[in-house]
Antibody, heavy 118, light 110 residues
Framework: EVRLVESGGGLVQPGGSLRLSCAAS????????MHWVRQAPGKGLEWVSY???????YYADSVKGRFTISRDNAKSSLYLQMHSLRAEDTAVYYC????????????WGQGTLVTVSS | SYVLTQPPSVSLAPGQTARITCGGD??????VHWYQQMPGQAPVLVVY???DRPSGIPERFSGSNSGNTATLTISRVEAGDEADYYC?????????????FGTGTKVTVL
């Protein structure tokens, strides 16, 4: 069974940095495009960032210039480096796999909570 | 940027049919996907490519997409269907290329 496990969330002060990780298993990680999606408390889903199997990256306007997505195919891991964090970045961050040949997210991790507060 | 609009809530009795709309400019030209999210849990894909179901999703879940509206239909609603539902597309037509989620609809089974 495909598994995605996020880690690295926590409490950080405004302006601070945090690095999220997502460990993937039970599928050939290098073959898939991967995403980060977030959900602020009590709010809807917001797409954050995307990395292709050949390391092309895209970002939502709300995080462009502050967040960096990367992957290590040898470790089957996805990362999100977050800088200049703001209160509005407070959310549960999910990593999600894009289904092969589609534009949907077929598997999601359980999420990791990032809280930006002083 | 591309906007997907859903009704905030839908309430219905068990056994009825829920129809959740997702409105977007010429959404019929895009592939629409739908997710179910139970409280405190990660989203689950229930319909992809407008009308296909992943394995394990009941036939009661179906989708359609035409013009400016996509629709998720849940037939014979059960108490276990109570959740938030989100539509999603990939937008490559605007300056803000990216993946877009709808505003979400809370389904309540009375």
């Amino acid at each position: 069974e495909v598994r995605l496990v996020e880690s690295g969330g926590g409490l950080v002060q405004p302006g601070g940095s945090l690095r999220l990780s997502c460990a993937a298993s039970e599928f050939t990680f290098s073959d898939y495009e991967m995403h980060w999606v977030r959900q602020a408390p009590g709010k809807g889903l917001e797409w954050v960032s995307y990395i292709t199997s050949v390391n092309t990256v895209y970002y939502a306007d709300s995080v462009k210039g502050r967040f960096t997505i990367s992957r290590d195919n040898a470790k089957s891991s996805l990362y999100l480096q977050m800088h200049s964090l703001r209160a509005e970045d407070t959310a549960v961050y999910y990593c999600a796999r894009e289904a092969y040949g589609s534009t949907c997210f077929d598997y999601w991790g359980q999420g990791t909570l990032v809280t930006v507060s002083s | 940027s591309y906007v997907l609009t859903q009704p905030p809530s839908v309430s219905l009795a068990p056994g009825q049919t829920a129809r959740i709309t997702c409105g977007g400019d010429n959404i019929g030209s895009k592939r629409v996907h739908w997710y179910q999210q139970m409280p405190g849990q990660a989203p689950v894909l229930v319909v992809y490519g407008d009308s296909d179901r992943p394995s394990g999703i009941p036939e009661r879940f179906s989708g359609s997409n035409s013009g400016n509206t996509a629709t998720l239909t849940i037939s014979r609603v059960e108490a276990g269907d109570e959740a938030d539902y989100y539509c999603q597309v990939r937008d490559t037509s605007s300056d803000h290329w990216g993946y877009v989620f709808g505003t979400g609809t809370k389904v309540t089974v009375l």
